[in-house]
């Protein structure tokens, strides 16, 4: 195994030298270590739901190490004011006003003693060498931001050498249908994005709940980081739980365009009504795709249109539908998936790409899928790209009992 890891990042630090647009492309600064719990595919056959589950759990309980700052902030809902200094004797009250005040090399501790407002927008950046760092304390619960109903996301982010870090985010629904919902936005708006670090947050109840009507159609996300002529890259997604997620007709964590040098790491995703992670390419504009990418060590668990159970739990596709993907590649170049656990989406792992592109120069290896309702692995029109020492296979001592009758 650690010959396999060790192959990642050369192939990763490859892609800090020299992208597939000729320029130079940033990929996280911190080394990927892959964590001690990491799956063998052959002994998971033997797991039981428990097992997989606990698995998902224990990648989402241990906190990372953030980026060492110079200085400290603090906030406090329940003692902060936002007339004073913002020092722990004498905390801010919001999320905002901190964000507004900081400048690089601050790390802003946030505490747990009551609700914090959606909308946060991060436009501010750190530097090179000098984050930013959003942290809930790690001494304690993680603070909640709830959303609110005139903001698309919970947190908006649109500035470099960020890490958000340590919180929960839930309850997010918006006025109408028509309006999307997102837990944490992630977009190269007026100018190239670098190093946005997304760690250990807990997100959940977003979108609009189950919808009692034949069709419907509305979009929302957990997670998503997105860029069309601008770039982001060194982003890192890592030990993210994401559950009890109505995302219609889109994805729970997705990076779509101009990405290039990402990972999504040791997320737990389970309980969504639609694909949990997602590749794009090609759909913004038809040169740009998301690239130089590690998908590794992460666990999904009842990725389905049937969720939260039978067709009506996304009434964004016909009743009966099965277009979910636990991995989702659309698009994409340059990309490994590595080490991670499918079970029960209604398509385990599939590389396609609805634009007219090929998926180029992907290896998808030691991944365990399960129980998928459609099928476990699709490899469509690729150049360069391969499936490899993965473990499919279908258990009866797997299945979901509500899903079963969902299909009958």
């Given at each position: 195994?650690?010959?396999?890891?060790?192959?990642?990042?050369?192939?990763?630090?490859?892609?800090?030298?020299?992208?597939?647009?000729?320029?130079?492309?940033?990929?996280?600064?911190?080394?990927?270590?892959?964590?001690?719990?990491?799956?063998?595919?052959?002994?998971?056959?033997?797991?039981?739901?428990?097992?997989?589950?606990?698995?998902?759990?224990?990648?989402?309980?241990?906190?990372?190490?953030?980026?060492?700052?110079?200085?400290?902030?603090?906030?406090?809902?329940?003692?902060?004011?936002?007339?004073?200094?913002?020092?722990?004797?004498?905390?801010?009250?919001?999320?905002?006003?901190?964000?507004?005040?900081?400048?690089?090399?601050?790390?802003?501790?946030?505490?747990?003693?009551?609700?914090?407002?959606?909308?946060?927008?991060?436009?501010?950046?750190?530097?090179?060498?000098?984050?930013?760092?959003?942290?809930?304390?790690?001494?304690?619960?993680?603070?909640?931001?709830?959303?609110?109903?005139?903001?698309?996301?919970?947190?908006?982010?649109?500035?470099?050498?960020?890490?958000?870090?340590?919180f929960e985010l839930a309850h997010h629904q918006r006025g109408s249908l028509e309006d999307d919902t997102i837990g944490i936005e992630i977009e190269?708006?007026?100018?190239?994005?670098?190093?946005?670090?997304?760690?250990?947050?807990?997100?959940?109840?977003?979108?609009?709940?189950?919808?009692?009507q034949a069709e419907c159609y509305y979009n929302g996300h957990g997670i998503i980081a997105q860029a069309e002529g601008r770039k982001i890259s060194?982003?890192?997604?890592?030990?993210?739980?994401?559950?009890?997620?109505?995302?219609?007709?889109?994805?729970?964590?997705?990076?779509?365009?101009?990405?290039?040098?990402?990972?999504?790491?040791?997320?737990?995703?389970?309980?969504?009504?639609?694909?949990?992670?997602?590749?794009?390419?090609?759909?913004?504009?038809?040169?740009?795709?998301?690239?130089?990418?590690?998908?590794a060590d992460n666990i999904v668990l009842d990725a389905s249109n049937y969720w939260p159970y039978c067709s009506r739990g996304n009434c964004t596709?016909?009743?009966?539908?099965?277009?979910?993907?636990?991995?989702?590649?659309?698009?994409?170049?340059?990309?490994?998936?590595?080490?991670?656990?499918?079970?029960?989406?209604?398509?385990?792992?599939?590389?396609?790409?609805?634009?007219?592109?090929?998926?180029?120069?992907?290896?998808?290896?030691?991944?365990?899928?399960?129980?998928?309702?459609?099928?476990?692995?699709?490899?469509?029109?690729?150049?360069?790209?391969?499936?490899?020492?993965?473990?499919?296979?279908?258990?009866?001592?797997?299945?979901?009992?509500?899903?079963?009758?969902?299909?009958?």
């Amino acid at each position: 195994m650690k010959t396999q890891v060790s192959l990642a990042l050369l192939l990763l630090l490859a892609a800090a030298c020299s992208g597939s647009d000729g320029d130079t492309v940033a990929v996280p600064l911190v080394p990927y270590e892959a964590p001690a719990d990491r799956i063998d595919p052959v002994a998971a056959r033997d797991f039981d739901d428990a097992a997989f589950r606990m698995l998902g759990q224990a990648r989402v309980e241990r906190r990372r190490a953030l980026p060492t700052t110079g200085e400290a902030r603090y906030v406090s809902a329940a003692l902060g004011d936002d007339g004073a200094d913002g020092s722990k004797a004498s905390p801010w009250k919001t999320l905002q006003h901190a964000v507004d005040e900081v400048s690089p090399g601050t790390t802003i501790w946030v505490d747990a003693s009551g609700d914090y407002a959606g909308g946060l927008e991060i436009s501010s950046s750190g530097e090179e060498g000098a984050f930013i760092v959003v942290a809930g304390d790690p001494s304690g619960p993680r603070p909640r931001i709830t959303g609110a109903a005139d903001a698309t996301s919970i947190v908006d982010i649109s500035a470099s050498w960020i890490v958000f870090a340590g919180f929960e985010l839930a309850h997010h629904q918006r006025g109408s249908l028509e309006d999307d919902t997102i837990g944490i936005e992630i977009e190269a708006r007026d100018e190239d994005l670098d190093h946005v670090f997304v760690f250990d947050n807990v997100i959940h109840d977003i979108g609009p709940g189950v919808i009692d009507q034949a069709e419907c159609y509305y979009n929302g996300h957990g997670i998503i980081a997105q860029a069309e002529g601008r770039k982001i890259s060194g982003l890192w997604i890592d030990g993210n739980e994401l559950y009890d997620l109505y995302v219609g007709h889109s994805e729970v964590v997705v990076v779509n365009g101009n990405v290039d040098g990402f990972r999504i790491t040791n997320n737990y995703v389970h309980d969504v009504n639609n694909i949990a992670i997602d590749i794009i390419g090609y759909e913004k504009n038809s040169t740009e795709t998301a690239r130089n990418g590690l998908v590794a060590d992460n666990i999904v668990l009842d990725a389905s249109n049937y969720w939260p159970y039978c067709s009506r739990g996304n009434c964004t596709y016909p009743a009966g539908d099965e277009s979910s993907d636990g991995i989702y590649v659309d698009g994409g170049a340059d990309l490994i998936i590595e080490f991670n656990v499918v079970g029960r989406a209604d398509h385990g792992i599939e590389l396609q790409s609805e634009n007219g592109e090929l998926i180029r120069n992907t290896e998808v290896r030691f991944n365990v899928v399960f129980n998928s309702n459609y099928k476990n692995f699709t490899l469509g029109d690729a150049e360069g790209s391969s499936e490899h020492d993965n473990v499919f296979f279908d258990d009866p001592r797997l299945e979901d009992p509500q899903f079963a009758t969902c299909r009958e």
